[in-house]
């Protein structure tokens, strides 16, 4: 199976944990993506951050936003999603947290629900 290269959008400081989640679920043999690359910390702090970020996303297949309670306004995560969008990569977001009062990140893309079923619609 050719494995689809996805580069995951988060909010560093608040859902590495759906990071690394979603990083071992990658590792199943069945599933059909594998993470090229995460979310750098926020821009602000590291020279080149901009194009660090452009050019992981432009090696990338799409982009996963992963969604936590203030993801919407992380910035690393709307400069990604503007980065993406400027490349023509298919974004899509994932729910991170059953229960979390969550809210879309804009221009992002569809919203799931994190099963298999939705990780696969995603990537195909």
Request: hydrophobic fraction near 40%; charged fraction near 30%.
């Amino acid at each position: 199976m050719n494995r689809k290269k996805v580069f995951i959008s988060f909010d560093f400081d608040e859902d590495k944990a759906l990071k690394d989640l979603l990083i071992g679920q990658a590792m199943n043999p069945i599933c059909p993506f594998e993470v090229t690359d995460s979310s750098l910390k926020e821009p602000a702090p590291e020279d080149g951050w901009e194009e660090k970020a452009r050019h992981k996303i432009r090696n990338a297949d799409q982009v996963i936003v992963l969604l936590g309670a203030a993801t919407y306004k992380a910035p690393g995560v709307l400069k990604e999603v503007k980065l993406a969008r400027e490349q023509g990569k298919k974004i899509a977001q994932l729910i991170g947290h059953k229960g979390c009062r969550y809210k879309r990140v804009p221009g992002a893309g569809v919203l799931y629900k994190w099963t298999w079923d939705n990780i696969k619609k995603i990537i195909c």
